[in-house]
């Protein structure tokens, strides 16, 4: 094998591929990246943890097709040091000779044969574009379980509806939802999919920055639990989660007792100080009444802040205590001008919408849910 | 209870003891565990009686009369056995224990708040604040005496002093059922006529290296110079041997100290391998924990296991839960899944834990729900079976697995805190 390729391409390329690989691989082989060149001058960058596969396909000088496995960190991170000048990467023996202007590099073959073969990439049942995509995914994964006590809620769960996609997530504290218009192939498609949040969040950033994403979902993904995304020379897999998700529709509060619109980013700045105080666990306490909402934490015997923002309160005056870190998640990720706050009680769950002008009504196509903390006595 | 016992010294007055300025007690309860459970057994008052487990347990507690056998507490059952091969075995009955012990702790605050318990059946009072209300030390010892007498049917001995180091002393010289008062200007000769195994302290090695010193008596180790003390037995505890030597002993009475953990430890009768019945066992273990909690009205956030193998080596695992809790069913779970990630395969056990740490108070404690909490939750169980225990004994309503459990008389029983 033997091939020339710019350095810029090469980097951008082996870097996407390698950023998922697994630092201590449960195979060796699984710590390489796949390089296959072939004569239609393009080479094909590949990684895989059995969970995710990455592949992207760029353009090369190849002179001698073939396909060798090689380290992938430590390429990624050759490329990024090499001076700006074309590449030649071409095997000898046992060893791939790395060189670039007057630098050289020889690196050991990993085995090929011992590489397990991709998921083949599956046929896109629809489209999202780019930004979006990255700007839903983004609001919901932060819902999403860290913890390992309920694998299946680690996951996004995604369902598309005809034309309608939904993205929603939840740690049983808070839940985040959100609506988007795709582009299906199909217009009667109908199918779920759970898939692991971080990969997605990851998908979604490095992906939707590039292009629209074709997505892959259901049987057409190849009906094994598997989730593809294409966005340009692009493309992803991932394993998906097994297992039923919770019911969550009877989550969402039906009614209102109180309604707040405070400007988001005070609301944020205010939290953000108040937090200061709140210790591990405790909570920040909203008191929402006629034009106002007074933020405040700490308790008798440490430190104590509070401060006063404006706001549009409708309905009665009512005290809530959030724990902040969820309350900044939710607020954070509204991206709108305003919040809007909606409450039935002091201990039922809290309804966070975003909207652009305090006139206007609630935008609900990004809902972020949150259960309120109490005293354990 | 005293670990040894030593004769009443000679009073060197021929006078009443004068108790001015005696204002610590010890009290502490005669053979509780023993005299609690002859309370359902009148027939087997006056005779030789053992309270301890199966054959692999300890002597929880026994009657002077068995003790006069030889048989002491923390003896290994067998043991005690074939010292007094003639006495009843009385299963322990912890569950009556505590209500004793809670009745007469009551008795306590009604004199002093100032009340340290030791364990369920001792603790020292300071009562400097009551004397003028109730009367003298002595008159207060004695009229704790007769309370506990009268309303618990058990007997309890009461040592009277100005220090906790000489109360303490005193009590174990006055049982069974006696109150010894060490006035204060005794105290010293009261002090120095013990042998040095008497000091607060010294156990087995300590005494052993005192005496190969030529320190019999406490009035050996007072006219010993510090120095010389310090250079034997260390710098501290060498000056604190000299201060006791000296019946100084400046620690006051410490009203409750918060509890750091709460958990129970079980030793099966013979060791098991199934993992249903260590299930079962954990269940039992943490419901009492859970209970333990919310009697107490903590929540506790770190769930500890413990787990020990017929070979002695023991090892704990611990996980700490995203929010505090009090609820049995959680602790249960946690403490399962703690069991089941160990991975054993029919290893035999001798003995598991469950102890809850990060204990704080549930009345100021936040904690944050989650959002598919049901209206009635295991929380609102745990209330509903508390209060039917407050009613009907515990254990009156308790998981199906653990009916016709007589679990809580089976095994060896620790606290830890």
């Known amino acids: 094998m033997k091939f020339r390729v710019e350095r810029d391409i090469l980097t951008e390329a082996v870097t996407w591929v390698a950023r998922g690989l697994p630092a201590r691989p449960p195979v060796p082989v699984l710590a390489g990246v796949l390089i296959d060149a072939r004569d ?25 097709a073939g396909t060798v496995l090689v380290l992938g960190r430590l390429l990624a991170d050759i490329a990024r040091n090499l001076p700006n000048k074309p590449i030649d990467i071409e095997t000898d023996g046992n060893k791939v000779e790395v060189t670039c202007g007057s630098v050289h590099y020889s690196l050991l073959q990993m085995p090929v044969a011992e590489y397990p073969t ?3 990439s ?9 930004t979006v995509f990255t700007e839903a995914v983004g609001q919901v994964a932060i819902a999403a379980d860290r913890g390992d006590t309920l694998p299946i809620l680690t996951g996004v769960r995604v369902e ?8 929603l997530a939840t740690d049983r504290y808070r839940l985040a939802m959100r609506e988007l218009t795709w582009q299906p192939t199909a217009s009667d498609q109908n199918a779920v999919a759970l898939i692991p949040a971080r990969t997605l969040s990851e998908t979604a950033k490095t992906l939707g920055a590039v292009a629209n994403v074709d997505i892959a979902l259901g ?74 909402v007074g933020i405040e934490a700490g308790t008798g015997d440490d430190a104590q802040a509070s401060e006063v923002i404006e706001a549009t309160v409708h309905g009665p005056d009512l005290e809530i205590a959030f724990n902040p870190a969820y309350l900044l998640d939710g607020l954070g990720a509204l991206g709108r001008q305003f919040a809007r706050l909606a409450f039935t009680a002091p201990l039922k769950p809290a309804l966070i919408t975003g909207q652009d002008t305090i006139e206007e009504p609630a935008d609900t196509s990004y809902r972020y849910v949150l259960q309120p903390v109490r005293l354990a006595g | 209870m005293s670990r040894r016992q030593f004769a009443l010294p000679e009073r060197s007055s021929s006078e009443p003891p004068d108790d001015t300025g005696c204002t610590i007690l010890h009290v502490d309860m005669d053979a509780f565990y023993a005299s609690a459970s002859l309370l359902a057994h009148p027939e087997l008052v006056g005779t030789p009686v053992i309270i ?60 002093t708040p100032l009340v340290e318990p030791l364990s369920l059946d001792e603790a020292f009072l300071d009562v400097s604040g009551a004397v003028r209300l109730l009367g003298s030390p002595s008159t207060i010892g004695q009229h704790l005496r007769d309370t506990i007498a009268d309303e618990q049917g058990i007997t309890a001995s009461v040592g009277v002093a100005s220090t906790k180091f000489v109360a303490k002393l005193a009590s174990g010289l006055a049982k069974p059922d006696g109150m010894v008062v060490v006035p204060h200007a005794e105290v010293i000769p009261f002090v120095q006529q013990l042998p040095v195994g008497a000091l607060w302290g010294v156990g087995d090695k300590t005494e052993e290296r005192l005496i190969a010193l030529g320190l019999r008596t406490v009035a050996d180790i007072a006219h010993t110079p510090v120095e010389t003390l310090r250079r034997a037995m260390g710098e501290a505890s060498g000056q604190a041997l000299h201060d006791l030597a000296w019946a100084r002993d400046p620690r006051r009475v410490e009203p ?83 069991y089941d990630a160990l991975g054993l395969q029919r290893a035999r056990l001798r003995l598991v834990g469950v102890r809850v740490e990060g204990l704080s ?57």
């Not at chain 1, 080479?43 to 002179?63: G, H, K, M, N, Q």
């Not at chain 2, 012990?101 to 306590?108: G, I, L, N, P």
Request: with cysteine; glycine share 8%; hydrophobic share 35%.
């Open chain 1, 40 to 64: 239609t001058g393009e080479i094909t960058l590949s990684a895989f943890d059995y969970e995710t596969s990455a592949r992207t396909t760029v353009p090369a000088e190849v002179a001698e």
């Open chain 1, 122 to 130: 599956p046929t896109p049942t629809g489209t999202v574009e780019g």
């Open chain 2, 52 to 111: 301890g487990g199966g054959t692999r347990s300890v002597v929880l507690s026994a009657t002077y009369e068995a003790r006069r056998y030889g048989v002491t507490s923390a003896m290994p059952m067998t043991r005690a056995r074939r010292l007094c091969p003639i006495a009843t075995v009385l299963p322990p009955d912890h569950d009556l224990y505590a209500s004793i012990s809670a009745a007469v702790m009551d008795t306590f605050h009604d004199v």
């Open chain 1, 118 to 120: 991709l998921p083949s």
């Open chain 1, 219 to 292: 049987d057409a993904a190849g009906g094994d639990g598997l989730v593809g995304f294409d966005a340009g020379q692009r493309h992803m897999t991932s394993r998906l989660l097994d297992g039923d998700y919770p019911k969550v529709a009877k989550i969402f509060p039906s009614s209102s007792e109180t309604e707040a619109v405070v400007g988001t980013h005070e609301l944020v700045e205010a939290v953000k100080r108040m937090a200061l105080v709140a210790e591990r666990n405790t909570p920040v306490r909203l008191r929402f009444s006629e034009g106002q």
């Open chain 1, 160 to 167: 598309v509806d005809g034309d309608t996609m939904t993205l």
């Open chain 2, 361 to 417: 108070d549930a009345e100021t404690t936040p904690v944050q729900v989650r959002l598919d909490e049901p209206e009635h939750s295991w929380r609102d169980a745990d209330r509903a079976v508390d209060r039917a225990s407050a009613r009907f004994g515990a254990g009156a309503v308790r998981p199906a697995s653990l009916i016709g459990d007589r679990g809580r008389d089976e095994g060896r029983d620790r606290r830890r805190s």
């Open chain 2, 256 to 338: 409750v100290q918060r509890e750091r953990s709460i958990g129970h430890d079980e030793t099966f009768g013979a060791d098991v391998d199934d993992p249903a019945v260590i299930h079962r066992t954990l269940l039992k273990l943490a419901d009492r924990a859970a209970a333990r909690l919310r009697k107490h009205g903590l929540v506790g956030r770190t769930v500890t296991i413990r787990v020990r193998f017929a070979d002695f080596t023991t090892i704990t695992r611990s996980k700490t839960l995203s929010q505090p809790t009090d609820v049995s069913r959680d602790l249960y779970d946690t403490a399962r899944g703690l």
